[in-house]
């Protein structure tokens, strides 16, 4: 079994430009959830997918983060436009159901840069 | 708010020694906890959760109410337990909430 994949693993981007960070999940598993680490700061919750649906995206900075899972496959998160304060790591996780009696796993993180 | 505190970002250790890392909540819920580690170069992944009352690495956990506290215990650290720690609370549905972590360091 692969694993939760990310890509890119690094990104260096400049302040004002687009980026677009990729998650595959664990095949079968329906929820996909999106975190992001600020250095030094707690991991905070971005949002959750079922299937192709965002069920929870309460975590979500602000209208230039975009979130899709079109399929119910892959997901995307697209920062535009990106600012210094968006520079961190972001994780994707998916898991088979809820994470109170099943694992999430997580991706290797996707190390964003802005500057 | 919902919140996990946890208040020590770097833990030294002998190894041999035990070791506590703290971790708070604060939520007017029934909690589920949980500790997820890092080592060095893996991902992320649930060391033991409060729900399954279970012993993992050598790990315990309990939980607190009265002091809303879910400390992680291990009577003898070892130098493989080096890694970065997080507190984490469901609060009953598909969302988790992370702590800011505490980087373990057990010294030969």
């Known amino acids: 079994e692969a694993g939760v994949t990310q890509f890119p693993s690094h990104s260096v981007i400049e302040k004002g430009q687009t980026v677009t960070l990729r998650c595959d999940p664990i095949?079968?598993?329906?929820?996909l959830y999106w975190y992001r680490r600020v250095m030094g700061k707690e991991i905070k919750f971005l949002l959750h997918f079922v299937k192709e649906s965002k069920q929870d995206e309460s975590g979500m900075p602000n209208n230039r983060f975009l979130a899709e899972r079109t399929g119910g496959t892959y997901s995307t998160l697209k920062v535009q436009p990106a600012e210094l304060e968006d520079s961190g790591v972001y994780f994707c996780?998916?898991?088979?159901?809820?994470?109170?009696?099943?694992?999430?796993?997580f991706g290797p993180g996707t190390r964003l840069t802005v500057l | 708010a919902q919140r996990v505190t946890q208040p020590e970002k770097l833990l030294s250790v002998f190894k041999g020694a035990p070791v506590e890392l703290k971790c708070n909540y604060s939520?007017?819920?029934?909690?589920?906890l949980f500790w997820y580690v890092q080592y060095s170069r893996q991902r992320l992944q649930l060391l033991l959760r409060h729900i399954s009352r279970e012993s993992i690495k050598g790990f315990t956990a309990d939980l607190n109410k009265g002091e809303t506290s879910f400390h992680l215990k291990k009577p003898f650290a070892q130098e493989e337990d080096s890694a970065m720690y997080y507190c984490a609370l469901d609060t009953g549905g598909f969302k988790t909430i992370f702590g800011a972590g505490t980087r373990l360091f057990v010294k030969a």
């Open positions: 939520y007017s819920g029934s909690p589920e």
């Open positions: 996780a998916s898991s088979h159901g809820s994470p109170l009696y099943n694992e999430q796993f």
């Open positions: 095949s079968g598993h329906d929820n």
